[in-house]
């Protein structure tokens, strides 16, 4: 025999595995998020350090060809 007083609660636990996956999803966007301005920053920092390289070669073949 069902019992009909257990299927009183199926609504209210259908909107809590629902807000548990929307929890979830958001939490996986913020981290991919996060993860994606990080290697940003990283890549950032590296062709700045590839930009000031090359200005100091330039500098320096400029000094050589001057001399």
């Known amino acids: 025999m069902i019992n009909w007083k257990a299927l009183d609660n199926v609504p209210m636990l259908l909107y809590i595995l629902a807000l548990k996956t929307l929890v979830l999803c958001l939490g996986f966007a913020a981290v ?8 940003e920053a990283a890549l950032k920092r590296e062709q700045a350090e590839k930009r000031r390289l090359a200005e100091q070669t330039q500098r320096l073949i400029d000094d050589l060809k001057e001399d």
């Open 32 to 39: 991919k998020i996060y993860q994606g301005k990080k290697i």
